[in-house]
């Protein structure tokens, strides 16, 4: 997305871009990217551990032994697990006009239909081996329609908690604990709900330091230098891709 070269050229500076090609056109997903600033991240912290971003979209990567020094010989699986905050953000627009569920206060209010969720998991997406891939709206409200604002917002919550749980039940090992990065950490409907659902200690990012609202930025800063350096930006364990795989594109102004 965007004009690389443009953009060098207006600011005067080299720019890199254009991260997922080279990824796809070698076999992977092209997505998740920012497993291996996860990784760098969460260095110095005992393992296994996850970090689980709330987007649109929620994915996770969960991280065994291994150094960001030597990321190739990294015991790390990412995948998507289900929705994030999309349906829920849908939900509340939709029902209510507002644009998200703050602070997790109407979902707070109401009951979760674990039935209709049940049915929901039974999704093809779900039986599939990680590393995988999710569309944004994949999944629709058509089967929560029947419900009021307050359970349909529940339910949503607890849908994204329960397909983060059936996402952990797919990895090498139970994580120690779950760090929790992009706008559904603001949610503390879904925070209580995935604490609830896994069992796992719940932790928002920056409770090691990091910034939650800039991490993505931080992120793709950390695989432009990779990419000017030409090292892997993913491996087959988080995008699938056949092996590691370098991308983006540099160019000057």
Not at 32 to 60: E, K, S
Request: proline content about 7%; overall charge negative; aromatic content about 6%.
């Amino acid at each position: 997305i965007g004009d690389g070269h443009r953009l060098a050229r207006a600011l005067n500076i080299p720019v890199c871009f254009d991260f997922r090609s080279a990824d796809v056109a070698a076999g992977g997903e092209g997505a998740p990217l920012a497993p291996l600033f996860h990784l760098a991240m969460v260095d110095a912290l005992q393992r296994p551990v996850t970090v689980l971003n709330l987007g649109g979209v929620a994915n996770i990567t969960w991280i065994g032994d291994g150094a960001i020094s030597e990321p190739e010989r990294v015991n790390m699986l990412a995948f998507d697990t289900g929705p994030g905050n999309g349906l829920l953000d849908d939900w509340m627009l939709k029902r209510t006009g507002l644009a998200m569920d703050r602070d997790g206060a109407t979902s707070a209010r109401g009951r979760v239909d674990w039935e209709l969720i049940r049915s929901i998991m039974q999704d093809s997406f779900f039986a599939e081996c990680p590393p995988k891939s999710l569309d944004r709206f994949t999944f629709s409200l058509k089967p929560v329609m029947h419900l009021s604002i307050e359970d349909g917002a529940a339910t949503l919550a607890a849908f994204t908690a329960n397909c983060v749980r059936h996402a952990l039940s797919q990895c090498p090992e139970k994580p120690r604990e779950i760090l929790v990065t992009g706008g559904g950490r603001h949610n503390a409907t879904i925070m209580r709900l995935l604490a609830q659902t896994t069992g796992i200690t719940v932790r928002p990012i920056e409770d090691v330091g990091c910034s939650g609202d800039h991490l993505e930025a931080q992120a793709f800063a950390f695989l432009a230098a990779r990419a000017a350096n030409n090292l892997p930006l993913t491996y087959p364990k988080t995008t699938g891709v056949p092996s590691p795989q370098t991308g983006g594109t540099v160019v000057y102004p």
